[in-house]
């Protein structure tokens, strides 16, 4: 390995040691920690889209950051019946905004629309939390990260070797078909290896790790069609080796939701947790 391999591969690995252990422990934890640390990540992945707009300078993400924490505020601490309220919320600390400084109507109502947009985007980092609370649902989150965690492992490593031909080249060049398959298959292995934890037939595990695959790697090529438009490699500098927040979570963002509405409906089906 050269010499600028190695040191590129420095800040990465000091990167994961500090932080992965951090993420664990609040995982295994649970409750207020792991609900914290999640609002956290929310609200900074709603700064880094705010750089992310296409040909525009940055734009101020504090009106969707304060929806995202009543977001949890809301459903965690009030009621969730006070979520109709985020909209109002959104408006009220972006009314400044609206009527400060002498943008157009129409960039205003561009950078509205972007503000919605990261709102729920971000937000949907608050189905960690619903997952999290699941009867079963630490085994059921680490499912959800190890599927993700391998798919995109295996993926990468798969493609490095036997990639041919691209899977989507105008939003992500490097990434290739034969490799997203990898990356299924590690899916399918990781949802057969947990039946160890998970009252769930062989078959329904794998199918389970699958569509967990997919919706990770949906959530990667979207993350990567953002990037693509704004003209950016990383959405951050945070993670020294690893860019910003988003750069390391935007495949979670799908395939924990995903996770947690095909528990549910395995669950209505008549299934067993």
């Known amino acids: 390995m050269s010499g600028d391999r190695v040191g590129d591969l420095g800040p990465r690995i000091r990167t994961i040691l500090i932080f992965v252990p951090i993420v664990l422990a609040a995982v295994f934890v649970g409750n207020w920690v792991f609900t914290l640390l999640v609002l956290l990540l929310a609200v900074g992945v709603a700064e880094e889209m705010g750089r992310l707009l296409p040909n525009r300078e940055p734009v101020s993400m504090r009106p969707a950051q304060v929806a995202i924490i009543w977001l949890f505020v809301g459903t965690f601490i009030v009621s969730p019946i006070w979520l109709i309220l985020t909209p109002f919320f959104l408006f009220l600390s972006g009314i400044g905004d609206w009527f400060k400084g002498d943008a157009s109507w129409a960039r205003r109502t561009s950078d509205l629309g972007w503000q919605v947009f990261t709102a729920c985007y971000a937000g949907l980092a608050l189905w960690w939390v619903y997952l999290r609370f699941e009867p079963d649902g630490l085994v059921l989150f680490l499912f959800a990260l190890a599927v993700t965690w391998f798919n995109d492992t295996v993926a990468y490593l798969g493609g490095s070797r036997f990639g041919r031909k691209r899977l989507v080249p105008a939003l992500s060049p490097k990434k290739s078909v034969e490799g997203a398959l990898f990356g299924l298959g590690a899916g399918g292995l990781v949802g057969l290896v947990f039946t160890g934890w998970l009252p769930l037939h062989p ?29 950016v490699k990383d959405t951050g500098a945070l993670l020294p080796g690893h860019g910003g927040l988003l750069d390391r979570v935007d495949s979670l963002l799908f395939s924990v939701p995903v996770v947690l509405v095909l528990v549910r409906v395995y669950v209505i089906l008549g299934g067993t947790l």
Do not use: H, P, Y
């Not at 794998?206 to 949906?218: C, D, E, K, N, P």
């Open 203 to 231: 078959g329904v595990a794998i199918a389970l790790g699958v569509i967990t695959a997919i919706s990770a790697q949906l959530g990667d090529l979207f993350a990567s069609m953002l990037k693509r438009g704004a003209e």
